[in-house]
């Protein structure tokens, strides 16, 4: 149990003093990437969030704080590196745990579902990735040989579900053929570039009109240069298929456009791309074993496989909306 004296005795390691902890402060952001958080008011009223990392994770971790840390020092805006204490360290070791602190960003609650029709949201989406694009030039740690590959992931996959998924196999045998046909032709390979990993709209934390914070970089690495706008495309559609020709990816694709964010091949293979992502969402739901999501994720899947050509047109489209 994680007592008030303990999160003071904790947050005392980064010269905090601790004058109350926040629980009525809802934390943005997935709550498995930690074993444990809680928001704490400062003795000057600042707030943080003070985290436990699973067990395991450490090295992991240490990358993403290098990560966020090089990012903020050149300027990318949405970022917040976690604290250094006072001997330099972003980890700290306490009973059993290794604790981590980093500043609470506030926000606006994202209306859902309406938000799709924000064509200023995919904008400022896009200007983020823009400048992710340009501010991770040379990010130390991570290795561009490291990058994802789609078709191995998707191989790695089916032999998984095979083996503890054999019914949700067969009803996904098609779907699997034809990305497994799409991502294994020669020539094929995409510019490569240090992506997020798990861009979408609620790993933002948003302001009235923009962008305050980015979060969640559990993902990120060198991928794909499609790989980002593709899978915030598969977002925005997820929650409401119609909206994958409406405000929030019109915006999106028109901002990247204009900014040459993504080179032209990309653009020829974006909803395939959009598709194959929906694979790792699915691979979580299997994990889950959420057979709600799972269901709803197969549907979708087939619906983007039956409409990828629609979704293709609609991207021309709208990649020629720059003004």
């Not at 952001?29 to 003795?43: F, K």
């Not at 991770?136 to 561009?144: G, K, L, N, Q």
Request: aromatic share 10%; hydrophobic share 40%.
């Amino acid at each position: 149990m994680v007592t008030d004296e303990s999160i003071r005795e904790i947050v005392s390691f980064w010269g905090l003093k601790s004058v109350r902890n926040r629980p009525d402060i809802d934390i943005t952001g997935s709550p498995e990437r930690t074993a444990y958080r809680v928001v704490i008011e400062a003795e000057d009223s600042r707030l943080w969030i003070l985290e436990a990392i699973p067990a395991g994770s450490q090295e992991h971790k240490l990358r993403i704080s290098r990560a966020l840390a090089f990012l903020h020092e050149r300027g990318l805006g949405p970022v917040e590196p976690y604290l250094r204490s006072s001997d330099d360290r972003v980890l700290i070791p306490y009973k059993g745990l290794d604790w981590q602190v980093r500043p609470y960003v506030e926000g606006v609650p994202l209306p859902r579902p309406s938000y799709v029709l924000d064509e200023w949201r995919g904008r400022a989406c896009a200007l983020f990735l823009a400048d992710l694009r340009e501010k991770a030039r040379d990010i130390p740690v991570f290795d561009p040989a490291e990058a994802l590959s789609m078709s191995r992931f998707i191989h790695e996959m089916s032999g998984i579900m095979e083996e503890h998924n054999p019914k949700d196999l067969e009803r996904l045998d098609p779907a699997l053929r034809f990305i497994q046909e799409e991502f294994s032709r020669p020539g094929d390979e995409l510019p490569i570039v240090f992506c997020h990993g798990d861009f979408h709209p609620l790993n933002v934390i948003w302001s009235e009109d923009g962008i305050r914070s980015v979060i969640d970089w559990e993902f990120l690495g060198y991928k794909p240069e499609v790989y980002d706008m593709a899978n915030l495309i598969g977002c925005v559609g997820f929650e409401d298929p119609a909206a994958l020709s409406k405000g929030f990816v019109t915006g999106l694709i028109a901002e990247m456009n204009r900014s040459a964010t993504v080179s032209i091949p990309c653009w020829a293979v974006l909803p395939e791309w959009v598709i194959a992502i929906r694979f790792a969402w699915l691979s979580d739901w299997l994990r889950r074993r959420d057979r709600e999501m799972i269901d709803l994720e197969v549907t979708y899947i087939y619906l983007l496989i039956d409409h990828r050509e629609d979704l293709r047109s609609f991207c021309k489209q709208a990649a020629r909306l720059t003004g």
